[in-house]
């Protein structure tokens, strides 16, 4: 008993990263990976206690009696954002924005909140009234944007720094108001007096309460801010956006517990040497997690891409061997991306393999497949093979795409421009059906693409555009022989 006893008030240690707890001290967080970040903190010593029942304020009522027009959709203004939220902000959620730094989230969330606090865009200096977006198939309605009041509390920046870059993005409104606060009372104070629909915090991990031990940023810190405003937001039906840093691995720095808090969680991408922002739902409780928006970030600031297949297309006046059109699933969206290959003779003994935008392991293995099932000898070239725009393309589904740009350039013989190509390669060489087949083929159509080749499916490709031909296949073989019928 008496050991049992000092191994619960034994001291413990504490990663003030991630909040990961262990027995003894190590120089590296097991959990974050995060060197000298481990703390010694006291055991809290705990006894079990019986919760005595408190009075009931507000009786449960049957659900179906529950008015959910209280909890509609509203639109931001920003179409794309309003497509990754489901349909909209909805009253009293927390939403958690998390990012590289210099990706763009702050300029994101700033327009948003003018246009918000408007109830309109501004296009080219001209006022646009914004359309509901199209509601989510199950989902309640989206209201047209309204004016509301809407309160920004930056803890990085002063209030002249943010206001310069509201008048470089055109993102200044009568009912935005803003403050630059690193103490949680005091941010508190400001919602109190200015009770706005939307609450914007650039960033979390700025706050801190004096109440509470530990730095700005850490674990305690970190848990006691998010829970204050979370309570704000759910008493007020307050719309709130959380700026969230993460870590060198990616992840949304501070605890865990963070993520499972917020009502949705967003992430946005993108590289710096492009223009191109991606915006997806990680978690999501009011819609789905499997939308994304698509964002161009330019000096004026960020604007929506409400038709984004065209920036991750090349527009060369004559065809070019090696390039190939496919189609691939961001969500529920149908992209179009453009895959470019190039072969070379190998000047060092070992043929090199430069990929960007799509798995480098996947593109050995297509050469392998290429050269074993089709007979063309690319095993011995220098590889190169990339996507237009940035584009980074995952799904397998951009397979047979790239089997033609290497046929292509292989044979230094070019696709026909207005074709698009898309399937999965296995290494039997068979081409495999993938998912959302209808939707590619009528996305072709709508950018008046006049040939296709898909994987052949049991289901067959339903109703095609006009104009459109679509040619099934089953084997890389068969795929080659229809586009080089001389090979």
């Known amino acids: 008993m008496a050991n049992r006893a000092r191994s619960k008030n034994s001291p413990a240690y504490r990663c003030t990263e991630c909040g990961w707890t262990t027995s003894k001290w190590v120089g590296r967080c097991g959990e974050c990976g995060t060197w000298g970040s481990v703390e010694e903190v006291a055991a809290a010593v705990t006894t079990a206690r019986t919760v005595a029942a408190s009075s009931v304020q507000k009786p449960a009522q049957p659900i179906k009696e529950v008015d959910s027009t209280v909890a509609a959709y509203m639109s931001t203004g920003n179409p794309e954002f309003d497509r990754v939220l489901g349909g909209g902000l909805v009253p009293g959620a927390v939403i958690l924005m998390a990012g590289e730094p210099g990706v763009g989230k702050s300029t994101l969330l700033l327009d948003v909140a003018a246009t918000f606090a408007r109830g309109y865009a501004l296009a080219d200096g001209q006022k646009v009234p914004v359309q509901p977006p199209k ?29 310069l870059r509201a008048d470089r993005i055109h993102a200044v409104a009568d009912r935005l108001y803003l403050t630059s606060e690193t103490d949680l009372g005091t941010a508190l104070a400001h919602i109190e007096q200015v009770n706005p629909s939307l609450l914007v ?66 992430q946005f991408e993108g590289d710096k040497h492009t223009n191109v922002r991606m915006l997806r739902a990680v978690k999501n ?16 600031g960020i604007a929506p891409v409400l038709d984004p297949s065209g920036m991750f297309v090349s527009r060369t006046p004559h065809p070019v061997a090696g390039t190939c059109i496919t189609v691939t699933m961001e969500g529920r969206r149908p992209l179009l991306a453009e895959v470019q290959a190039l072969l070379d003779k190998a000047v060092a003994p070992s043929p090199r393999r430069t990929v960007s935008g799509l798995d480098s392991p996947r593109i050995q293995m297509l050469l392998a497949v290429l050269q074993r099932r ?108 229809l586009l080089f019928p001389q090979t």
């Open 201 to 266: 915090i650039d960033s979390v991990q700025t706050l801190a309460s004096a109440d509470v031990d530990g730095s700005a940023g850490g674990v305690t810190q970190v848990r006691e801010v998010a829970a204050s405003i979370i309570a704000q937001a759910k008493a007020r039906n307050m719309c709130t956006l959380l700026v969230g840093h993460v870590t060198k691995e990616g992840t949304i720095a501070g605890p865990r517990l963070l993520e499972h808090l917020v009502d949705v969680v967003c």
């Open 135 to 163: 509601a989510v198939p199950g989902s309640r309605a989206a209201q047209a944007p309204t004016v509301h009041d809407v309160l920004y509390i930056t803890g990085e920046e002063s209030a002249a720094q943010v206001k």
């Open 374 to 481: 089709a007979g063309l000898n690319v095993g011995s070239l220098d590889c190169y093979v990339s996507t237009v725009g940035g584009a980074k393309i995952a799904e397998p589904a951009a397979d047979l795409a790239c089997v033609m740009a290497l046929a292509s350039a292989a044979q230094n013989k070019p696709l026909p421009r207005k074709l698009a190509v898309f399937g999965e390669v296995g290494l039997a060489g068979e081409v495999r059906a993938v998912p959302g087949i209808r939707q590619r083929i009528a996305e072709v159509g709508r950018l008046g693409f006049t040939h296709v080749v898909v994987p052949a499916s049991p289901q067959g490709v339903g109703e095609v555009p006009e104009g459109v031909s679509v040619r099934e296949v089953t084997s890389i073989g068969e795929a080659l022989n």
């Open 285 to 300: 409780r009011f819609g789905p997690t499997d939308e994304v928006g698509c964002f161009d970030m330019h000096e004026d």
